[in-house]
């Protein structure tokens, strides 16, 4: 076999590729004359993983010979030559775990006292690529630890990586965070959701719960997509207008907006009525059940919840109306603090009414919120305690575009006009 290398400085990748290719076709076939018996004729399977393993076995010894060559190139002498112009020495070998045709080859390589061991492009090849990467992040976005994807990581990317290691190859995730928050908004979004969630974030060694807000799109066709997110200390009327800002400066069309939801939480209230004071508001209707059914006695809890969430499936706001009429005049006199949340912010709890049939159900909650809280939730029982409000925001960015990627073609039902 012969030995090829050749500096990739010099920009000569490509010869010294040529060099490993030739070097390849002979140990292929020298394999599969090995491997296969010829008075037999094998079958499709044993073929198959002949010349796998020949394939295998070439590009290993194609790598290892340039590995070779590299040395006595360093060095400045063959290996126990005496010359006067010998640079360093070689120090016994090592060797690299390389991903090619679906499993890990190891290359052995002579080590060096100075200078770089392997030739460049056998370093390339170690290092994981970008499918790799892809997939590590999305290993640990589907819930995985740190140490059970470096469990893996010797079948993933040829080498055994520390969890440390693993969550260097991850930083690539909070280097994107602050680019996807201040990418431009260039679809009009008709329905806007604002919601929140609280997390625990560790600063200067205390744990403390702060708020995670959320602001959510949908277009005309049903598109969703995950806009802002936003770490606060608290949930009120500046953390949220400071995200209903960050939207507009970003290119969200006031305008085009018909509806924008959200709970009852007062500061987020406020800010929507001072940045969209011309966006109907509408009451997360599965909020008020919540608060109707948290605030009846355990003997009532079942029927006040049947009896509210009944409210709410009205054929149309008038029969709703009634409907919540008939409520508060069963329950008030016993259970005023049941029927007060049915009593307040009233005109907001049936704007869906206003829009088309079909979008009534996926317009009166912020539901679609809800799988966001959830994923990021699971990866926190993975986490624990984020350190600082960094990790807090990177995490949920990297939950958010993952979900944005799963949704992105797949519009909410019911959001397409049926053809006639």
């Known amino acids: 076999m012969r030995a090829v290398y050749h500096n990739p400085k010099d920009g000569e990748v490509k010869v010294a590729l040529a060099g490993v290719m030739e070097n390849v076709s002979e140990t292929i076939l020298a394999s599969l004359l090995s491997t296969l018996e010829p008075t037999t004729m094998p079958s499709p399977d044993d073929l198959r993983e002949a010349m796998e393993e020949g394939l295998a076995r070439g590009l290993v010894a194609a790598l290892e010979s340039m590995s070779q060559a590299y040395a006595v190139d360093v060095v400045g002498a063959k290996r126990y030559e005496r010359s006067a112009s010998r640079r360093t020495r070689r120090s016994g070998t090592r060797s690299r ?4 045709l679906g499993k890990t080859l190891r290359v052995q390589f002579p080590k060096l006292r100075q200078g770089k061991s392997a030739p460049e492009l056998v370093r390339l090849l170690a290092k994981p690529g970008s499918k790799v990467s892809n997939l590590l992040k999305r ?20 080498q055994s990586m520390s969890h440390e290691r693993v969550r260097w190859e991850l930083n690539e995730l909070r280097g994107q965070a602050q680019a996807w928050r201040n990418r431009p908004i260039d679809r009009p979004y008709r329905y806007l959701m604002l919601d929140a969630f609280y997390v625990s974030i560790t600063r200067g060694g205390e744990a403390s719960k702060e708020a995670v807000l959320l602001a959510l799109g949908i277009t005309e ?6 806009l802002e997110v936003f770490v606060a200390p608290t949930e009120s009327k500046e953390s949220w207008g400071t995200v209903l800002s960050r939207l507009k400066l970003r290119g969200l069309d006031v305008k085009a907006l018909r509806l924008v939801l959200s709970d009852g939480h007062a500061g987020l209230i406020q800010a929507i009525d001072d940045h969209l004071p011309k966006v109907t508001r509408q009451r997360c209707v599965l909020h008020k059940i919540r608060n109707v059914m948290g605030r009846s006695p355990r003997a009532i809890k079942k029927e006040t919840g049947r009896a509210v969430s009944h409210i709410f499936k009205a054929p149309s706001r008038s029969e709703a109306e009634a409907r919540t009429q008939a409520f508060v005049d069963k329950y008030k006199a016993k259970y005023p603090k049941v029927v007060q949340p049915l009593e307040t912010d009233v005109e907001a709890m049936f704007a869906f009414y206003d829009f088309p049939p079909r979008l009534w159900k996926s317009l009166r909650t912020t539901n679609a919120l809800e799988r966001v809280n959830r994923e990021f939730r699971r990866k926190l029982r993975e986490v624990g305690c984020l350190q600082g409000g960094e990790a807090a925001l990177s995490t949920a960015v990297a939950v958010a575009t993952f979900l944005n990627q799963q949704w992105e073609g797949r519009p909410i039902k019911g959001f397409q006009k049926k053809k006639t």
Do not use: N, Y
């Not at 290993?139 to 040829?158: C, H």
């Open 139 to 158: 290993m640990w976005l589907r819930g995985l630890s740190l140490r059970d994807i470096a469990k893996e990581s010797e079948a993933l990317a040829g």
């Open 221 to 226: 066709d049903g598109h969703k997509e995950v």
């Open 97 to 100: 775990g390389i991903v090619l």
